[in-house]
């Protein structure tokens, strides 16, 4: 099993910057992958960024050069930058795991606030 747990979130301005960070506990070993997701206020939950064990990065369009998904492998801990935020950044973000085994992310943390608004 692996637990994650989301930090960072909070009230930000257009333009501006927030790192959220997933820090991971339990059965390290067995993950390859680390993923963001979001889900905004009366739409699905979207993926936004996923990042391997080794250092391959994938990101949506819509966040595409302004968001960098990081692994600090010795602490254990994933992080989402996300700059030049707007307002449709708006959501509860998520971090999400997975083994090499699946391609379905089945850990899951309890979600982060994140709302960019004036």
């Known amino acids: 099993q692996v637990q994650l747990v989301e930090s960072g979130g909070g009230l930000v301005q257009p333009g501006g910057s927030l790192r959220l960070s997933c820090a991971a506990s339990?059965?390290?070993?067995?993950?390859?992958?680390m993923a963001w997701y979001r889900q905004a206020p009366g739409k699905q939950r979207e993926w936004v960024a996923s990042i391997t064990r080794g250092g391959n990065t994938n990101y949506a369009n819509s966040v595409k050069g302004r968001f960098t998904i990081s692994n600090d492998n010795p602490k254990n801990t994933g992080c989402l930058q996300m700059n030049s935020l707007k307002p449709e950044d708006t959501a509860v973000y998520y971090c999400?795991?997975?083994?090499?085994?699946?391609?379905?992310?089945?850990?899951w943390g309890q979600g982060t606030q994140v709302t960019v608004s004036s």
């Open positions: 339990g059965s390290i070993s067995s993950i390859y992958a």
């Open positions: 999400a795991a997975r083994s090499a085994l699946t391609t379905v992310y089945n850990y």
